[in-house]
C-alpha cells in the first residue's frame, strides 16, 4: 500500500533548498570547537534532549493518567502513539493535515475505550500480574494488526509549519520548528490536564476514582465510565504525540515498543501517577541521553534511558516525586 | 497435584516421546524432529519460568537472556581459539584433563578452544551469579515494577550482546561444534544425528520436569505455594519468602541457561534475538497457556506450540497468535485454560450420560485464590 | 587441511547423491525471506519480487520444460526460524537451492548448514563473511561494501575533502559496512575524523551530528537502514551542516528520498542502476534487464521498485539460469554458477569464479545523487 504523503510534501515544500527561514551562513563550514562554538554546541545538545524528553513525557503521561484512574499500567501505551501517526497519514489523504490529526486523535481515542471495555471491564479482581499480561498481548497484537493493516513502510506527517530542512536558531542553535511544535503541545497537555484534573467535574471525578474508588462510587460516580474515559483521554494523547512527532521522527509499526519502554523509565523516575512530575522526568531522561552523547560513544545512548530505568527500579521504585506506598495511586498533582 | 510420585507420569511422557518418534517415522517424516527437538529446548526455559511464575508468583520478562547468557557463554568458550594463547605446557595439561578440545573448524583451521563441558560449567554458573545479583534487588519489588526490572535487564543483555563485536554483535555467534557427551552421541544438528538428537532433547526436558515436579512436592514447592498464595501471610509463618524467591529466580536462570547451552551446540550458533522481548514475551504466553503452576502444561504445550510456529502453521502471524494467547488466557482463564477446559467437559459430559447417578464429581481445585470464574451450576 | 576439504567434498557428493530424487517435472527451490519484521524492507520487496519471477517463468514454460516451484518461507527477520526452515526446506522439502536470506545475521546461522548438506544459498544479504571464507555451496547477490566504500572515497578525493566523519547504525548492515569504511579509510588517504554507532531505531539524531559537527568534518558518511536514512540529511540540515551526505547503498529506495523531502537533495551514494534505469541509454548492457524489471514490478505492486527487490531477482535468476544449463543435480549446479560469466542481473554484471563467490565488480556501482526529487547520475 502506498504511503501517500510524498506528493503532498513536495508541493507543501516549495522550491527545493530555498528554505523559509533563514539558514544562512550557520555552520557551513562546520563547528569549530572555539568559546562560542562550544556554547552553542551546549545549547544544541540541550535542544536534542529537550526534543526527544517532551516526546517521553508525553508518553509517561499517558501512562499516568490511566494508572492513577485504574491502576493499570498500559504496556499498549506506545501503540496508541504509533497509531496516532498511522491514522493521520491514512486520512491525510482524503482531508487536510487538521482534520487528519483530529480524525486520528478521536480514531485512537475511541479505540482506547473500545480496548478497556472489552478487555479490562469484564475482569473481576485482577491481579497485577494479570493486568501486565493483558496489555503486552494487546501492546503485540496492535502491533501485528498495524503491519497487516498498514505495512512495514516507514511513513510520516508533513511538518506543520516550514519543511525538512528549515530551522530556527535560539541562543545559537538550530531547531526545526516542529520540535516547537511538539514542545507546544506537550505543555498545552499538561496545563490541559491539570485545569482539567482541578476544575472539571469529569477530571474530578476521574481524580476521587483514583484515591478511592470505594468512596467514589458511594458519591455516585460511575467508576466504570471513569475508566473508560481515562483509558480514551491516554489513548487520544498519546495519538496527538504520535500526530506532532511523526515529521521528526517517522512513523512504523514498530515504533510503540522502544517508546513506551522510555515513556514508563521517565513515568517511574517521577513517581507513577504524578503528571507534572513526569513532564520534569521525561525532559530529564532525554537531557540525560543527549548529553551522553557528548561524552560518551552514540552507541551507550540508549543504555542511559535503560539504566536509568533500572537504577530507578532498584533503589528508588517510587521515584523522585512519589511517595513511600508504592502500588497505591500517589498524588496527581 | 495428586499425590502419587511424579516418576510414573514422566515415564508416561517417555513413551509419548518414543511413540512420537516412531509415528514419524512410520508416516515418513523423519525431518519433524529436527523441529520437535528445537521445541523441546525451548520448551526446558518454559518449565523453568513456570517455576517462579506460577509457583512462586513472580513474572519475569527478561527471561530470554538467561537462554542468550548461557548459549552466548558456551559458543564463545567452545569457539575461541583459546588454547593458543596458553603456554604450551599448561594446554596440554590441560587438555588432558580435559578442559580444552583441540580440533578443526569447516574451514581446515586449527582451534583449541574450551571443551562443552566445561564450558557449560562455566556457563551455568555466570548464569546463576547473574540471577542471583539482578534477583536481589527485583524480588523485592512487586507487581509492575518487577516486570519493568526484570525487562529492563533483559534489554541490557540484549543490548550488550548486540554491540560487543567480541560476542559477534549483529550476526551472534557460528561455527559451534559438537558436543560429544557419550560415545556415538553428540549433540548436533546434523542429519545422521536427527534421531540421537531427539532423544538427547527429549530426555533433558523429561529430566527437568522431574526435577520441577520432585521440588514442587517437597517441602520447597510448599514454602513457594505459601508465597504465591499470600506472601505477608508465608512470612509471618516464618518462611524465609525473600530466599525462596530468589533460589527459584536463580534455578529457573540456570535452567533456561542450560537449554541455551544445549539449543546452541544443537544450532550450531547462536545470536542476539534471543535475549529480546518478543522470545521473552513468548516464554510468558506458554507459561500462561500451559497454566500458570502446571509444569506438564508448560511442557507439552510449550513445546506443542513452539514446534507449530517453528513449521511456520501461524505464517505471518506468529507474534499475532502468542499475543492473542496472552490476552485471552488471562482474560478467560488465568490459571490456564486446561482446568476449565477439563470441567467444560466434564460438564458436557454430565450432560451427555444418562440420568442415572451422579457423574463424576468435580476435581478439587486446591488453590485458595480464585481462577477462572466457576461455570453456574447446571440442574 | 587438503584432505578435510577433500573428505568433505566426498561426503557431500555422498549425501547429495543418495539425497533421493527430486520430483522428476518441477524444480524446487527454497526461499527464505524476512517478509514481516524488522528487516521487512528487505524482505517485503525480495518476496513480491521472487513470486513475481516465479509466476512469470512458469507462465514462459518453466525451466527447460520443468515447472519452477518456488517455496517461500517468512523468517519474521528472526535467526532461529529461519535455521528451522532451512533445515526443513532441506530435509522435507529437498529444495536444489535457497535464495535469501534478507539479512546477514540470519545467513551466517545457515552458513554452514547449508555447506554440510549440500544445498546451495543465494543469500540476499551484504555482509563479506558471507562469501569470505568462501563456502562452495554459499554465494551472494548484493554487492560487496567494500566496492561501496571505494567508491565513496574516490568521489570524496574528487572533490578534495579528506576528512570525514562516519555514522552507522547498530543493524548487521550498519556494522559490516562501518568495519569496511574504517579499514579502508587510511589506504584511500581518507581521514575519518570521527565514528558514531547509533541505534537503528534512533527517532533524532540531532545530538549525534551535533558531535560530529563539532569536529570539523568536510563530510558526512551515514551507513546504515531505514528510518535514520532519511532522519540524518533531515537533521543535517536544520542543523545547518551544509557539508555533502554520503549513503551507502541502502539508500536504495525513492521513498526515503520522499521522507526526506528537501533535505535529501544533494546526497551521494553508490548503488546498482536499478534506481536511474529510465536515464540508461538503450545501449547499456544492463537497460532490458532493468527496464523490464522496473516495469513489471511497478505495475504488479504499484510500489516504486527498490534495490532489495533487485537482489532477489539477481538470485533466483543466477539458480534458474544455472538449472537451465546443469540440469537438477546440484554439483553441477554449483559448478554452473561458479563459472558463470557475463550474467546480466539488476545490480551489475555477474562473473563467478571459485575464490568469488560474488561476482560483481566495482563497475557494478554507479555514483547516484538525488536532484528535484529523483535519483540520477553523479556524473551525468
Known sequence: ?333 | MERRSPILGVAALAVVVVAVHLLTAALGKPFYLTQLSMAAYYAIVVMGLCLVMGYAGQISLGHGAFFAIGGYTSAFLTTRNVGARLPAGLREALGHVGALAPRQDLYGADVVAVSPWLACAIALAVAAALALAVGYPALRLKGYYLAMGTLGFGLIIYRVLLGTDALGGVDGIVSVPPWHLLPGIEITGGKPHRVVNYYVAWGAALAVLLLILNLTESRVGRALRSIHGGERAANAMGVDTAGYKLKAFALSAVIAALAGCLFTHYNGGIDPSEAGVMKSVRYVALVATGGMANVWGALVLGAGLTFLSLRGWFGSFDHAVFGGLLIAIMSLAPEGPLRPLASWLARVGVRCRPRSGTGKPEPETGSPRSEAPNPRPET | MRRVLAGLCGACLLMVAGAGVRGADTVKIGALFAETGPAAFLGAPETKTARMLAEQINAKGGINGKRLELVIKDTKGDPATCVSFAKQLIDEEQVLAIIGPSTSGETMQIKDLCEKNGTILVSCAAAEVIVNPVAKYVFKSPQKDSQAASWIFSTLKEKGLTKAGLLSDNSGFGSAGKKQVEEMAPKAGIEIAISEVYDKGATDLTDVLTKVKGKGVQAVINWSIVPAQSIVPKNMKQLGMEMPLFQSHGFGNIKYVEQAGAAAEGILFPAGRLLIADVLPDTHPQKAVLATYKRDYETAFKEPVSTFGGHAYDALMIVVTAVGKAGTDPEKVRGAIETMKGFVGTAGIFNFTAEDHNGLGLDAFEMITVKGGKFVPAKP
Open chain 1, 1 to 333: 500500500m502506498p504511503a501517500g504523503t510524498g506528493q503532498v510534501r513536495f508541493l507543501a515544500g516549495g522550491a527545493h533548498g530555498v528554505p523559509a527561514v533563514a539558514v544562512g551562513a550557520w555552520g557551513s563550514a562546520g563547528g569549530s570547537g572555539t568559546g562560542a562554538g562550544s556554547v552553542s554546541q551546549v545549547v544544541q545538545y540541550i535542544l536534542s534532549g529537550v526534543t526527544v524528553g517532551s516526546i517521553y513525557a508525553i508518553v509517561a503521561i499517558g501512562f499516568n493518567i490511566i494508572y492513577s484512574t485504574t491502576g493499570v499500567i498500559n504496556f499498549a501505551q506506545g501503540e496508541f502513539v504509533m497509531l496516532g501517526g498511522m491514522v493521520a497519514v491514512s486520512l491525510l489523504r482524503v482531508f487536510p493535515l487538521p482534520v487528519a490529526v483530529a480524525g486520528a486523535v478521536v480514531t485512537v481515542a475511541l479505540c482506547g475505550a473500545l480496548l478497556e471495555i472489552a478487555f479490562f471491564r469484564r475482569l473481576r479482581h485482577p491481579s497485577a500480574l494479570q493486568m501486565i499480561i493483558i496489555t503486552i498481548g494487546l501492546s503485540i497484537v496492535i502491533q501485528e494488526a498495524a503491519l497487516h493493516i498498514w505495512d512495514e513502510k516507514v511513513r510520516s506527517l508533513p511538518y506543520f509549519t516550514g519543511t525538512e530542512i528549515t530551522s530556527i536558531h535560539l541562543f545559537g542553535a538550530a531547531v526545526s520548528p516542529q520540535v516547537l511544535w511538539v514542545l507546544g503541545t506537550v505543555s498545552l497537555a499538561v496545563l490541559g490536564l491539570h485545569a482539567y484534573f482541578r476544575y472539571a467535574l469529569a477530571g474530578k471525578a476521574m481524580r476521587a476514582c483514583a484515591s478511592n474508588p470505594e468512596a467514589a462510587l458511594l458519591m455516585g460516580i460511575d467508576a466504570a465510565t471513569m475508566r473508560t474515559a481515562s483509558f480514551a483521554l491516554s489513548a487520544g494523547l498519546g495519538a496527538l504525540a504520535g500526530c506532532v512527532m511523526s515529521p521528526i521522527t517517522m512513523t512504523h509499526y514498530e515504533m510503540g515498543t522502544g517508546l513506551a519502554i522510555k515513556g514508563f523509565a521517565a513515568a517511574i523516575l517521577g513517581g507513577l501517577g504524578n503528571h507534572s512530575a513526569a513532564l520534569v522526568a521525561g525532559l530529564a531522561v532525554g537531557l540525560a541521553e543527549s548529553c551522553s552523547v557528548a561524552v560518551l560513544p552514540a552507541a551507550y545512548k540508549d543504555a542511559v534511558a535503560f539504566g536509568i530505568l533500572v537504577a530507578v527500579l532498584f533503589v528508588r521504585p517510587h521515584g523522585l516525586f512519589g511517595s513511600a506506598e508504592v502500588g497505591t495511586s500517589s498524588r496527581e498533582f
